[in-house]
């Protein structure tokens, strides 16, 4: 959490890693103490397993009861949204392999995934196991990009879809295999 001019900005790190943030604008400036303790109380909801030091009736006749509500309104919201069961790792990479000739190609990529169309071919992809998509199977201007699919599931509870993005003339072989180790 940090304020900037009567801005609460709260920082959540997800168990997959991925990171987001919300921002909440709040009527007054908090303090640091008061952050670190709305911090720890809103955390302690959120994780069960934590003990806490708080109860509801430590914050209830405050004026951090309506911002906690607020911040906990917030984050509901951003958990039951769909978008946040995407997370993305190695758009870094694709920046690192920039040159005159895929420029197009990485802008295409970056495109295609922000628009969230990656999940129609989780839809489209009614098998279970591992299924490759090569160019125009996955989207029109995309014919230099393979996408390899799978689904994952730990323990019957978990369960999702990987997909690894690269160019046609990847090791299928070997992100097949590692795919069978998810």
């Known amino acids: 959490f940090n304020t900037v001019a009567h801005l609460v900005i709260m920082v959540i790190v997800f168990e997959s890693g991925n990171v987001e943030h919300l921002q ?14 709305i911090a720890n109380y809103i955390k302690s909801i959120f994780n069960a ?14 004026n951090d009861y309506l911002i906690i509500n607020q911040l906990i309104e917030l984050l509901n919201q951003r958990l039951n949204d ?20 895929n420029v197009n190609s990485i802008q295409q990529i ?12 989780f839809e489209d992809d009614n ?4 299924d490759v998509k090569i160019g125009q199977e996955i989207d029109n201007g995309l014919e230099d990009i393979s996408i390899i699919l ?9 369960k999702g879809h990987v997909a690894v993005i690269g160019p046609t003339a990847m090791r299928y072989q070997n992100v097949i295999q590692l795919l069978y180790k998810v």
């Open 24 to 37: 909440l604008a709040v009527p007054e400036k908090i303090s640091k103490n008061r952050l670190v303790q």
């Open 49 to 62: 397993d934590e003990k806490s030091d708080f109860s509801d009736e430590t914050f209830r006749h405050s």
């Open 82 to 101: 769909s978008t946040t069961d995407i997370f993305f790792g190695g758009k870094a990479n694709l920046i690192d392999t920039l040159n005159e000739q």
């Open 110 to 121: 970056l495109q295609y995934l922000e628009s969230n169309k990656i999940l129609k071919l």
């Open 127 to 130: 098998q279970s196991g591992i």
């Open 150 to 158: 799978s689904d994952y599931h730990i323990d019957n509870h978990l």
